[in-house]
Structures are given as C-alpha cells and as structure tokens.
C-alpha cells in the first residue's frame, strides 16, 4: 500500500504585500523569520 504525505503550511507568509501598512503587517516574513531565528 503506497502512502501519501501532505504537509499544509496555511497561512505561511513568504513576505509583504504592497498595502501591508495598511493593516500593521510591515515587515512581515514568517518563513525568513523562522529561518533567523533557528540560525539558518
């Protein structure tokens, strides 16, 4: 029996949109973030 493994990584953001400021999200990065912070 094969199987499958999925990994859903929902709502990972990868950096900011153009009206970011609009909505207290500037400089939001959570994958670049994460990576900073594991030393990677």
């Known amino acids: 029996m094969k199987?499958?493994?999925?990994?859903v990584l929902d709502s990972v953001g990868i950096g900011e949109l153009p009206d970011a400021a609009l909505y207290g999200d500037e400089g939001s990065n959570t994958v670049g973030n994460i990576s900073k912070a594991v030393g990677g």
């Not at 199987?3 to 990994?7: F, K, N, Q, T």
């Open 3 to 7: 199987r499958v493994i999925l990994i």
